[in-house]
């Protein structure tokens, strides 16, 4: 079946670093690709996302390549601050009436002050 | 703001006992969503409802059904809880393309 892969599992940078999370997925049909940030005690929240018709999106600090030739997809995040640490998500799903989303295992940042 | 409740954040059960997880979203959407979280496995899905009445089995399904009687409201339910069933229970719907997630309930099951 549709699987997401996603590393690292966890990852600890100094303040000021960037911090770089990787996915790949298996279904060549998926062309949705959210990513999702989890702050310890919250819910899940939707920070970004990329269609595959884009193959690079900027938001301030963060942004998602995609490359789905190989089927991959990056979350970077530059000049990282303490309020970055979290779980993040990467996600895949394929965009037709009420899709599925096939969420990776999920990366716990750290971000040293 | 979007608002999706689930009725506990924290339960407790016995090994064989029937288990209901309520989620209740207030903005009339159609898809709704029960996710399990576990450490190193992500969220994975157990069911999802298109509609009314309508429900679809995700990626684990075995040991849960639902119920979704009326459009706001999305049941999940444990007919015979087991201990491998100890989880973060998330309930979500979506909205376009983004997923809206209830805050979670935290099942023990002793």
């Known amino acids: 079946g549709e699987n997401v892969e996603q590393h690292p599992s966890t990852l600890s940078v100094q303040e000021g670093d960037s911090a770089v999370i990787k996915c790949t997925y298996s279904d060549s049909a998926s062309n949705y690709f959210p990513w999702y940030k989890q702050e310890l005690g919250k819910r899940p929240q939707l920070i970004i996302d990329?269609?595959?018709?884009?193959g690079e999106k900027k938001d301030q600090r963060i942004a998602v390549t995609l490359n789905k030739t190989a089927k991959h997809f990056s979350l970077h995040i530059t000049e990282t601050q303490p309020e970055d640490s979290a779980v993040y998500f990467c996600?895949?799903?394929?965009?037709?009436?009420?899709?599925?989303?096939?969420f990776g295992a999920g990366t716990r940042l750290f971000v040293k002050a | 703001d979007v608002k999706v409740t689930q009725s506990s954040r924290y339960l407790v059960k016995r090994t064989g006992e029937k288990v209901f997880l309520e989620c209740v979203q207030d903005?009339?959407?159609?898809?709704m969503f029960w996710y399990r979280q576990d450490p190193g496995l992500g969220l994975r899905l157990i069911y999802f409802?298109?509609?009314?009445?309508?429900?679809e089995k995700g990626d684990i399904p075995e040991g849960y059904s639902v119920s979704r009687e009326k459009k706001e409201r999305f049941s999940l339910i444990l007919e015979s809880a087991s201990t491998n069933q100890t989880s973060m229970y998330l309930c979500a719907f979506q909205r376009g393309n983004e997923q809206f997630f209830g805050p979670g309930t935290r099942l023990t099951v002793l």
């Open positions: 996600a895949a799903s394929l965009n037709t009436g009420g899709f599925k989303t096939i």
């Open positions: 409802s298109y509609d009314v009445k309508m429900k």
């Open positions: 990329i269609r595959s018709n884009v």
């Open positions: 903005m009339d959407h159609e898809n």
